[in-house]
Nanobody, 120 residues
Framework: QVQLVESGGGLVQAGGSLRLSCAAS????????MGWFRQAPGKEREFVAA????????DYVDSVKGRFAISRDNAKNTVYLQMSSLKPEDTAVYYC?????????????WGKGTLVTVSS
């Protein structure tokens, strides 16, 4: 069973930056697309970003385009989310996911999440 462990969350002022990391166990990491979801207080979980197994293709929710960048290092079994120009509305628990189907953004494995708080 794959395990996903997020790190890098914390408190940051609006306009600041954070980089989230997700370390994956297992030997199949490089075979799968990976991604990030988030859940803000009182809201439903939403898709944030995804990256193909090779890293050649990425996808973002409109609200983070131009501010967030997803990347991966298959040699380290790690996926990253670089977040810049953060806004208070980016406050959420961020979850690393393994994407089982790219088109419908189906996920078959979730991390436990890391909290990002953006103060105004």
């Amino acid at each position: 069973q794959v395990q996903l462990v997020e790190s890098g969350g914390g408190l940051v002022q609006a306009g600041g930056s954070l980089r989230l990391s997700c370390a994956a166990s297992g030997r199949t990491f490089s075979s799968y697309a990976m991604g990030w979801f988030r859940q803000a207080p009182g809201k439903e979980r939403e898709f944030v970003a995804a990256i193909s197994w090779s890293g050649s293709t990425s996808d973002y929710v409109d609200s983070v385009k131009g501010r967030f960048a997803i990347s991966r290092d298959n040699a380290k079994n790690t996926v990253y989310l670089q977040m810049s120009s953060l806004k208070p509305e980016d406050t959420a628990v961020y979850y690393c996911v393994r994407v089982s189907r790219w088109g419908p953004r189906e996920v078959d494995c979730w991390g436990k999440g890391t909290l990002v708080t953006v103060s105004s």
